[in-house]
């Protein structure tokens, strides 16, 4: 079965700093890549996805993320984070008949 | 309002008894899902279904019941309510298994 890890629990950064989370999986074959965010109170909403072609994705709110095969990773990243970037992010992956399948989320905390 | 749509947001309910969480969605997509979300374990997929009248277990079914008897809406019963399911359930829905799903606002349960 596939698994995704996310192996930072919580992350504080400085507003206008840049960010990267970091997104590993598990999987015998390339899996579709998905990154959400989840609001205080809110459900999630999808950032980013990647199915397949170019390795660097473009999301919503200024984010983008990068494939790489070779490390099996979907990292996060953004060059300069708001305030309002604060937030739960998750990683996902499916493919097939594996189901969409979450990692366990990264807190992220933006301090003045 | 075009969407998916969780109801009610907020449930106190008492060990023992019997509780139903609502959703329904209005994009036609063909499959919904049902997550809990505990800290440190990310989303938990509990049920989900493929189509009206096909529904199937997912990772954490135990206590839980879902129908699906019109394609719009994917209702989650807990038969006996126990204060381990204190969490935030969150409908989804999706045109696959394995791509994005499209989530709900959630809707935070407490079992006392």
């Known amino acids: 079965a596939q698994s995704v890890t996310q192996p930072d629990i919580h992350i504080t950064v400085s507003e206008g700093a840049s960010l990267e989370l970091r997104c590993n999986y598990s999987y015998g074959a390339t899996p579709y890549l998905f990154w959400y965010v989840q609001s205080p109170g809110q459900g999630l909403q999808l950032l980013l996805k990647?199915?397949?072609?170019?390795?660097l994705v473009q999301g919503i709110k200024g984010f983008e993320a990068e494939f790489k095969r070779s490390q099996s990773s979907f990292n996060l990243r953004k060059p300069s984070v708001h305030w309002s970037d604060a937030a739960e992010y998750f990683c996902?992956?499916?493919?097939?008949?594996?189901?969409?399948?979450f990692g366990t989320g990264t807190r992220l905390t933006i301090i003045p | 309002d075009a969407g998916i749509t969780q109801s009610p947001r907020y449930k106190i309910t008492e060990t023992g008894r019997q509780v139903t969480l609502m959703c329904h969605q209005t994009?036609?997509?063909?499959?919904m899902f049902w997550y809990r979300q505990d800290l440190g374990h990310g989303l938990r997929l509990i049920y989900y279904s493929a189509a009206a009248d096909i529904t199937d277990k997912g990772e954490v079914p135990d206590g839980y019941v879902v129908s699906r008897s019109k394609t719009e809406n994917f209702p989650l019963t807990l038969e006996s309510a126990t204060r381990s399911q204190t969490s935030v359930y969150f409908c989804?829905?999706?045109?696959?298994?394995?791509?994005?799903?499209?989530f709900g606002q959630g809707t935070r349960l407490t079992v006392v």
């Open positions: 990647y199915f397949s072609g170019d390795t």
């Open positions: 996902a992956v499916g493919f097939g008949n594996e189901k969409l399948t």
């Open positions: 989804a829905s999706g045109v696959r298994d394995d791509t994005e799903a499209f």
């Open positions: 994009w036609s997509h063909s499959y």
